[in-house]
Structure formats: structure tokens, C-alpha cells
């Protein structure tokens, strides 16, 4: 059973403070020039003397990129200067529960496979992540349509809930134990009353995204792996990719999309390899010596990217690899939006069959 605590804003903020002195620490801040009907939030350092702001819904960009760079050296060569990797403590404030499960599927591919990524595993081992319920949800949230609520249950280190002024702050982990055991000597208990209305403002606010998401007849979880499937001959991926520009803005806002490409270079004399992100919507994804590209038209490269998320991982991990965060939607300059396409390819099977 986890622990669960109530505390005052003033007390949750000294703990952050004193927290943040031994840790770097980032935190939730208003993206400018965002209308006020719906505001975006960035990562930002919590320094000393910020205000802390509660994030309502989920952060701008995915928890990913605390976990692995969108560039970053991993190797020297004949080098007399070994790396310095730093494994000082970050602490993450703000994520919602969509990028909490995220990292079921970051963690799969760099702590599961035949080898183990160091780099990720050293800073997995050093991240705290202070998650949040959702209070609100933006326009493209589709978490409860894949059957994840917008409060994390399992994953998180520690997570805070606004209630009456304050905030119930859980412990999810070891991590999060600790971190109360150094800076939290003057937390109390939460009694049943304030358990209570926690689950009460989390069920009103679930009530509220099933109707948002009723009239847009997303596909259910279950029917995903099939769609995929069944749905590979279909025109919908020609149809959809005609917005298509390229640019994988998809991709690397993705919470769960881990591609990456490993380059060499020469630097002062030293041979060093380098590692970056990669889209597999990026032309050049799948080519591979000689020319050879088994992907070579967007068409391709957009079905590839759907047969990932919705076939590959449900036989390897038992869940497709989409949050239902909605990033995607948002940043895609093309409007393809993630749930027109599965629409579509429901609508078109069931006209088959």
C-alpha cells in the first residue's frame, strides 16, 4: 500500500525547495503567446524563488528526453579523455500519467533487449519523476479511449493530487520514499476524507473526457492490433500520407517512439560516435547499404509507423505503443491526426467484411 500524504501549498513548496538544493529540478511553466482557452507547458530549471505551477494536463514535450537526448556522444575513440557521464539527480515535475506509461515502452527497448543501453539505464537510475493527476484535458487527449486514466496508479516516484489549497502527494517508489525521507520530515498522513474526495475529483474528471471522447468513435483498445493488421492493403495510408511533409514532428514528440541513428565523427583528432533521434517518417529511414530502401514511399513509411505502435508492440509487451496524449495531432503541419486514421480504417474493414 502506498503512502499517502496531505500537504498545505507553503509545506509542499519548502519540500520542493529543499529538494531542489541537492537535486537540478524542472518544473511546469506557461508557454507565452498560447490563448488563454488552452495554454501549453514547457520544462523549465526550477531555480530558487520560482513559483511553482501546477500543470493541468500534460507538458509540451514527452519525459523522453530526459532519458535519451535528442543528440548526445556515447562513445570516444582513441581518445586520451574518457566521457563524463553525470549522474547527479534530476527531478521531473509535471508529467501526467500518458508519459508515466510511456516508459513501460522506453524501458523495453533500453533496459530489455539483448543489450542494455548504459547511458539510459544511468539516467533512468537518477530521474525522480514527480507526476500529477489531470485536472483538464486539451482538445486532442485521448488517454481513456486506450483505457489509461489521467492519474497515474503504477510508475511514478511520487504523485500529487490538488485538493482544498494543497496537494496529496503518493509515494509510487523507492525512489519517491526516499526522497520524502530526506525533505519531507514534516509530512502527515491524508485521513479518509481527503482520500475520498481525491477519487471523487478523479471521477468527475474521467466522466468529463468519456463524453468529450463519445461523439468521436475512436476504436476500442482491443480492436487496434486487428485494425492494423487487416487493415494493411487498405487505401487509407495512401490517402492519409498525401498531407504528408516529412518533417517527423510525429515521431519525436512521440512519448513512446525511441528510433535513433548512430553517426561517426572526428573531433580535435578523436573519433567519436554520436547518437540522435530518428523519424520513420524521414525518407532515408530504412535505407540501408548499397541504396536499398524497403520503405521507400511515405505510404509505406506512415503504415510502418502504425503497424509499430499497434501490432508490434501488443504481441512483444501486451500494449500498443500510443498514450493517447495527442501530440502528435498537434505538431503534424500535415492534420493527420492519429485517430482519424484508425477511424478510417475501421470504417473500411467493417464495409469489407
Known amino acids: 500500500m502506498h503512502k499517502i500524504f496531505y500537504?498545505?501549498?507553503?509545506?509542499?513548496?519548502?519540500?520542493?525547495?529543499?529538494?531542489?538544493?541537492?537535486?537540478r529540478m524542472f518544473y511546469p511553466v506557461i508557454k507565452e503567446g498560447v490563448p488563454d482557452k488552452e495554454k501549453d507547458y514547457l520544462y523549465?530549471?526550477?531555480?530558487?524563488?520560482?513559483?511553482?505551477?501546477f500543470n493541468p494536463y500534460r507538458m509540451v514535450e514527452p519525459v523522453k528526453?530526459?532519458?535519451?537526448?535528442?543528440l548526445e556522444k556515447v562513445a570516444s575513440y582513441f581518445g586520451k579523455d574518457k566521457e563524463v557521464i553525470d549522474t547527479g539527480k534530476t527531478i521531473v515535475l509535471g508529467a501526467k500519467n500518458c508519459d508515466i506509461t510511456s516508459l513501460k515502452i522506453q524501458d523495453f527497448v533500453f533496459l530489455e533487449g539483448v543489450e542494455t543501453d548504459s547511458l539510459y539505464r544511468i539516467k533512468r537510475e537518477n530521474t525522480i519523476f514527480i507526476s500529477g493527476d489531470c485536472t483538464a484535458f486539451k482538445e486532442t487527449c485521448f488517454c481513456a479511449a486506450l483505457n489509461i486514466m489521467p492519474y497515474p496508479e503504477l510508475g511514478f516516484d511520487l504523485n500529487m493530487s490538488p485538493l482544498n489549497g494543497g496537494y496529496i502527494l503518493e509515494i509510487g517508489s523507492d525512489k519517491g520514499s526516499e526522497l520524502v525521507k530526506q525533505?519531507?520530515?514534516?509530512?502527515?498522513?491524508?485521513?479518509?476524507?481527503?482520500?475520498?474526495?481525491?477519487k471523487k475529483n478523479r471521477d468527475d474528471l474521467v466522466k468529463k473526457i468519456e463524453k468529450h471522447l463519445l461523439p468521436q468513435n475512436i476504436p476500442v483498445p482491443g480492436s487496434l492490433q486487428k485494425l492494423a493488421r487487416e487493415g494493411y492493403n487498405l487505401d487509407t495510408w495512401k490517402q492519409f500520407m498525401l498531407t504528408c511533409v516529412e518533417c517527423g514532428g510525429c515521431n519525436l514528440v512521440c512519448n513512446t517512439c525511441h528510433c535513433f541513428l548512430l553517426a561517426d565523427a572526428k573531433e580535435s583528432g578523436i573519433n567519436s560516435k554520436t547518437k540522435f533521434w530518428d523519424s520513420c517518417q524521414y525518407t532515408n529511414f530504412s535505407r540501408v547499404a548499397g541504396g536499398a530502401n524497403p520503405l521507400k514511399t511515405r505510404t509505406q513509411r506512415l503504415r510502418n509507423r502504425f503497424l509499430k505502435k499497434f501490432d508490434f508492440f501488443v504481441d512483444n509487451l501486451k500494449m500498443p505503443a500510443c498514450c493517447g496524449c495527442g501530440r502528435c495531432i498537434e505538431v503534424c503541419p500535415g492534420k493527420i491526426d492519429i485517430r482519424e486514421v484508425l477511424k478510417d480504417l475501421a470504417s473500411k474493414l467493417s464495409v469489407v467484411k
Request: glycine content about 4%; hydrophobic content about 40%.
Open 7 to 23: 500537504l498545505e501549498k507553503s509545506r509542499l513548496f519548502s519540500f520542493l525547495e529543499d529538494a531542489r538544493k541537492e537535486n
Open 44 to 53: 523549465a530549471d526550477f531555480l530558487p524563488g520560482s513559483d511553482f505551477i
Open 65 to 70: 528526453a530526459f532519458l535519451t537526448y535528442s
Open 183 to 198: 525533505f519531507g520530515a514534516n509530512f502527515k498522513e491524508a485521513d479518509d476524507s481527503q482520500i475520498s474526495l481525491r
